[in-house]
Every structure is written in structure tokens, then in C-alpha cells.
């Protein structure tokens, strides 16, 4: 063990500057990434857009960070192309971050999220295979450190938007004046639909969308380009509605508890990753992922077990794509040439799944935010146990190749 930890120690010293900088350029993405849930109703208001319209904003990001994904890999054939494409994508996001304040129409928003989306694409794909290039085979404990860095900053993105969230409606109609008291989200349900009458899909009673917009997320953004997922991006949404109706800031209190638990996941799973194998760290990811979505699925209405719930599952979700990262460079030998194939599936996925999500809340209410989240992850653990059990096969018919991967600790390979 002791000869590992000095193997592991001497690689990072001899690549110190350059993963110091792929971690650091994620931390910026995890800002970014995280920033967008809370802000959702807060940026319908700078726009005066229905929901549906909104929700269409964030597919454009996602979609655009599908393509920055796929073309990442061309940047990637030499050291001076990556790190040239990884600051000029930061720049960019900056850049984006700087205008959006003054994007009052949709179809702006989607073109500035789209661009964001775009650089936030090339630098996924460009540090995930910069990373497994630099230390091959014992990659898999820096990818826990790179995707914690990215929770560390969506960790910091809603603590620093918060104090920038309307508690109420930030849109006032058009024949009140700018003194007049605004009423509150919950008032207004109340107003729409009778107090005490659940509304199973609030999107048939819109909020004004004409008038005086009073929303303050606009200096949020600014302080963003200072500074620079399904579940993270639609929490919030689920919280505000029925049957939790929480407050605008409770409901943003969500985005830091899943963020936080995200990032200590991922710091206890750069340990955890040096001593377990991939197969191991994804089945206990993935199996608590399952149980938490189920019993959030029995636990509903309970304001308190949403926090509960979100806590877990940040910490469950947490390891999923860099141990999935590593156990394919594993039974691969890959060497990073494959990682743009990964990091665009990813996307991909994640995409589609907020289209989805976003498109069923639309249509059927809130609840179906969960069941949706629900039906996913059971899909994914399904499929890791196809790509496990495919490999057992594929390992027993080569005799020279490495054996059928275990369930099990790792052994010491340094000697102890």
C-alpha cells in the first residue's frame, strides 16, 4: 500500500500543473451548471415567457453542449490545442454570462445559453480526456477529483444567486404601478384556484407575463461571469409547486443541499475509488439511487424528506460518471481515445432526459418529475448490469485477457 501511495503521489506531482488546471477549469463549468435551476421562474420574468417557453432555453443549452461534447475531441490531438480550447471556452462563458442580463426575449436567451452550452461541452470532453491520457490505468482517483471540483462549484452557484431570487411575483400586470404590493406565489395559487384546492398542473394558470419586470437574478449573472443535470435543474420546480408549495428561497435551498452532498460524495469517493474497484462503487451508487427515488416516489408531500432525499441522492449520484469513466478505461485500455464517445453519450442522455422531464411536468404536473427520475435510474441499472454481465462473457472466451471483473476489493498491486 505504501509503495501505491508514492506511485499515485509521484504522478500527481509530475502532472501537477496541468491537472491543477483541467480542475479548476471544471470548478467554473460546476458554477455554471448550477446555476440555471433556481433561476428558472426569475428568468421567465426578465423574458415575460410562459413555463413551456423557458424550459426550451434549457434544452437549447443541453443540446449545444451535445455538440461541444462531439467536436471536443478535435482539439484534443496536442497539449497547446487543449489548453488553448479550454481557455478560450472559459472566455466565452464568461462572455455569456456577461450578456444575459440583457437578453429580454427568448429566442436571445436560448442563442446565449446554446453559446454557453457549446464551451461548457468542449471542456467536459477536453478534461475527462486530458485526465485518463495523463494517468491511464490509475486515472480513476483524479476523475473523482475532477467531477468533485464541478460539485464544489454548484456547490458555491446557489449560494451566491440566492440573495438575487424574488420571493414573489416579479412580473407586475400592467395597470399597477411600481409602488404596488405584488402578491406572493402561494397567494396567488390561492387566488387562481380557491384556498386549500390542489392544482395538479399549475402551468394552465401563467403568471403575468406583460408589464414591469422587477427581478434582481439579472445582477446575479453579473456577479457570474465574475466567478464563473436532470435533477438539479428541475428540483426546484417540483419544490414550488403543488402539493410542497415551498418559498422561492426554501425551494433554492435545494440546489445547495444536493450540490453539497454532491461534493462530499465526490471527495469520499477519491478515497473510496483507491481502494474499491468501479463495479463495486457503481452498483452501491447505483442501487441507492434506485431507493431513493422510491421512496421519495412514497414520500411525497413531505417537505422534510425532500431535503433528506436530496441529500442522499447527491451523495449517491455522485461517483456515477467518473466510475464509469475509469471502469472503461479498465476493460478497454482505451487511453482516452474514447472518451469523446462517453462524454457525448452523456450528453445525450442528459438532454433527452430534460426534454423529457421538462416536457411531462408540462403535461401532466409535478409528480410525474419523480416517477419519471424513478423509471431512469432503474433503466441505468439495468444496463450496467448488461455491460457487466456482457463482459464476463466477452473475458471467459479470451483466456489471454483479464479475467470477468469482481465485486471486490482491490488488491494491493504496490505490495503492502
Not at 89 to 113: D, E, K, R
Not at 200 to 219: A, I
Not at 317 to 335: G, H, N, Q, R
Amino acid at each position: 500500500m505504501k509503495r501505491l501511495d508514492e506511485h499515485i503521489w509521484s504522478l500527481f506531482r509530475r502532472h501537477l500543473q496541468q491537472t491543477l488546471t483541467y480542475w479548476s477549469v471544471f470548478f467554473s463549468v460546476g458554477l455554471c451548471v448550477a446555476f440555471l435551476g433556481p433561476t428558472i421562474l426569475d428568468l421567465r420574468c426578465q423574458t415575460q415567457c410562459t413555463l413551456q417557453q423557458i424550459t426550451w432555453v434549457f434544452f437549447s443549452q443541453q443540446f449545444f453542449l451535445l455538440v461541444g461534447s462531439s467536436v471536443g475531441g478535435f482539439f484534443s490531438k496536442t497539449l497547446l490545442s487543449s489548453l488553448s480550447a479550454l481557455f478560450t471556452s472559459t472566455l466565452i462563458i464568461s462572455l455569456v454570462f456577461t450578456i444575459i442580463p440583457l437578453c429580454h426575449h427568448v429566442i436571445l436567451l436560448s442563442i446565449a445559453m446554446g453559446v454557453a452550452g457549446k464551451a461548457m461541452g468542449v471542456i467536459d470532453t477536453i478534461g475527462n480526456l486530458q485526465l485518463v491520457k495523463l494517468y491511464q490505468k490509475d486515472s480513476a482517483v483524479f476523475l473523482q477529483a475532477l467531477h468533485f471540483f464541478i460539485g464544489l462549484g454548484a456547490l458555491v452557484s446557489p449560494l451566491v444567486v440566492d440573495p438575487f431570487l424574488a420571493d414573489d411575483s416579479c412580473v407586475l400586470s400592467a395597470n399597477w404601478t411600481a409602488n404596488s404590493s405584488s402578491p406572493d406565489l402561494e397567494h396567488l395559487r390561492n387566488t387562481l384556484a380557491g384556498h386549500g384546492a390542489a392544482l395538479h398542473n399549475t402551468s394552465q394558470y401563467p403568471l403575468y407575463t406583460d408589464g414591469v419586470v422587477v427581478t434582481r437574478v439579472s445582477y446575479a449573472f453579473w456577479i457570474m461571469a465574475i466567478m464563473n443535470g436532470s435533477y438539479a435543474g428541475f428540483v426546484y420546480t417540483y419544490a414550488v409547486s403543488p402539493p410542497l408549495l415551498m418559498g422561492h428561497k426554501t425551494a433554492g435551498c435545494l440546489d445547495s443541499v444536493f450540490w453539497a452532498s454532491v461534493t462530499a460524495g465526490r471527495l469520499s469517493f477519491i478515497f473510496l475509488s483507491y481502494k474499491y474497484t468501479a463495479p463495486l462503487l457503481l452498483s452501491i451508487c447505483l442501487v441507492g439511487v434506485i431507493l431513493v427515488h422510491s421512496l421519495l416516489l412514497i414520500f411525497y408531500t413531505s417537505h422534510v424528506f425532500l431535503f433528506i432525499g436530496t441529500c442522499v441522492l447527491g451523495l449517491c449520484i455522485s461517483s456515477v460518471f467518473p466510475s464509469m469513466l475509469a471502469f472503461t478505461e479498465d476493460i478497454l485500455d482505451y487511453k482516452g481515445s474514447a472518451t469523446t464517445v462517453l462524454v457525448t453519450s452523456a450528453s445525450t442522455g442528459e438532454m433527452m432526459l430534460q426534454l423529457l422531464v421538462g416536457s411531462v411536468i408540462q403535461s401532466k404536473g409535478s409528480y410525474s418529475f419523480l416517477l419519471c427520475t424513478t423509471i431512469t435510474s432503474c433503466i441505468g441499472f439495468f444496463l450496467f448490469l448488461l455491460l457487466l454481465y456482457t463482459h464476463c462473457v466477452h473475458s471467459n472466451h479470451q483466456p489471454d485477457s483479464s479475467r470477468c471483473v469482481d465485486l471486490k476489493e482491490q488488491p494491493n498491486s504496490g505490495g503492502s
